[in-house]
Nanobody
């Protein structure tokens, strides 16, 4: 059974950095595109970043461009989200997801999330 487990969340000051990891098991990781999403309190879940299975394309939401970097290591079945220059509005639960199509993450596998809290 496929499983995605996020780690690396926590608290940071504005301007600081955190690195999230998502370890996958029970699926052929290199076949899947990977994405990061987040949900802030009282808001809907939103897309953050995604990366193709062979890392030849990445997409970011405008609010994180230039600050966040998504990457993956297929040998380790892990996807990362490096978050720099954090802002209080980045506070949310962050989820990773795996999908066979870049536009169909809703149909894929999801982790349980990791909390990121940024204080001013």
């Amino acid at each position: 059974q496929a499983q995605l487990v996020e780690s690396g969340g926590g608290s940071a000051q504005a301007g600081g950095s955190l690195r999230l990891s998502c370890a996958a098991s029970g699926l052929t990781f290199s076949n899947y595109h990977m994405g990061w999403f987040r949900q802030a309190p009282g808001k809907e879940r939103e897309f953050v970043a995604k990366i193709t299975w062979r890392s030849d394309d990445t997409v970011y939401t405008d609010s994180v461009k230039g600050r966040f970097t998504i990457s993956r290591d297929n040998a380790k079945n892990t996807v990362y989200l490096q978050m720099n220059s954090l802002k209080p509005e980045d506070t949310a639960v962050y989820y990773c997801a795996a999908a066979l199509q870049m536009h169909q993450f809703q149909r894929g596998y999801w982790g349980q999330g990791t909390q990121v809290t940024v204080s001013s």
